[in-house]
């Protein structure tokens, strides 16, 4: 196998295991408070990703005091922030509709760069930013009650504290590597998640479906889908990378049918083809790019 091929192959691997948090988080929804299930979450993962970072043996950088700053803000937004939301929000929407709202994070990201780094927008985000909105509106129009509704904007949410956390990740003077990044990350969300977990009560020990869930999160999307992601991004361009994030939106509606049992009608169908369609043309290679 090829090395592109093998980044290929890590690539997919790395976002079907980003779909399935949606799956994870609608197993959580309404059985574990959501501050708690993100404690749990990253409780379980730390142990993991510590023994990883000793492995490597890297040294760590030293982070001037804006750097530490915005660690702590990602992981306020990035960890936590997309984590809780995402469990409220599945408490109220079915797990494909989630699916495709997760699936705009691309074109979501595109216009952060624009509004708050200035960034000029291209065509390619114009049109990936419109065929997100469609694919947005297309589970909208179906929803019922407000009820739904409430789901969407937490899920959204979730997307929007995402977008923050990539906008922040650029503006690190010093960047970390995968597995120090994703170390950070988890140790923080701990710390930040713990006081608003104890707050929502006692914990009371997970039925075997929650725990089962809780440490598949963890373990399978926070520490290998990380390094998944990194391995096969080291192997490909950046554009062809970025073509691969549209995996983690179908793995989601895909497993939501099949794990879940919930229908597929329409809109979920025009939601995702929408979305699915705006992460391409956003990962297309622009004319100065393809000319070299």
């Known amino acids: 196998m090829s090395r592109r091929a093998q980044g290929y192959l890590l690539l997919s691997l790395a976002m079907m295991t980003v779909g399935t948090t949606v799956i994870a988080s609608k197993v959580l929804a309404g059985s574990v408070p959501p501050f708690q299930a993100t404690a749990l979450r990253f409780a379980l993962a730390l142990p993991v990703l510590l023994w990883l970072l000793r492995r490597q043996g890297a040294a760590w950088p030293r982070l001037g005091a804006g750097d530490r700053v915005l660690l702590v803000l990602q992981a306020a937004a990035g960890s936590v922030g997309y984590t809780v939301l995402l469990v409220m929000g599945l408490a109220h929407l079915p797990a494909a509709d989630a699916g495709v709202i997760i699936g705009t994070l691309p074109a979501v990201s595109a216009l ?7 960034e000029r927008p291209g065509l390619r985000q114009v049109v990936s930013v419109a065929l997100a909105t469609l694919g947005v509106m297309a589970v909208a129009w179906k929803a019922s009650g407000p009820s739904s509704g409430f789901g969407m904007l937490c899920v959204f949410g979730a997307v929007l504290c995402e977008s923050a956390f990539i906008l922040l990740n650029k503006r690190m003077r010093q960047p970390l590597g995968a597995v120090q990044q994703a170390t950070a990350m988890v140790l923080l969300g701990l710390l930040v998640s713990a006081p608003a977990a104890l707050l929502e009560g006692p914990l009371a020990w997970p039925a075997p479906a929650s725990l089962g869930a809780l440490a598949w999160y963890a ?43 919930e229908p597929l009608g329409l809109s979920q169908g025009l939601g995702i083809g929408a979305v699915v369609l705006a992460i391409l043309v956003l990962a297309m290679p622009s004319r100065s790019t393809a000319s070299r």
């Open 219 to 261: 373990w399978v999307p926070t520490a290998a889908g990380f390094l998944l992601w990194y391995a096969g991004s080291s192997r490909v361009s950046g554009g062809e990378a970025a073509t691969f994030t549209a995996v983690a939106p179908l793995t989601a509606v895909a497993l939501a049918a099949v794990l879940l049992g």
């Open 112 to 118: 952060f760069s624009v509004l708050v780094l200035g």
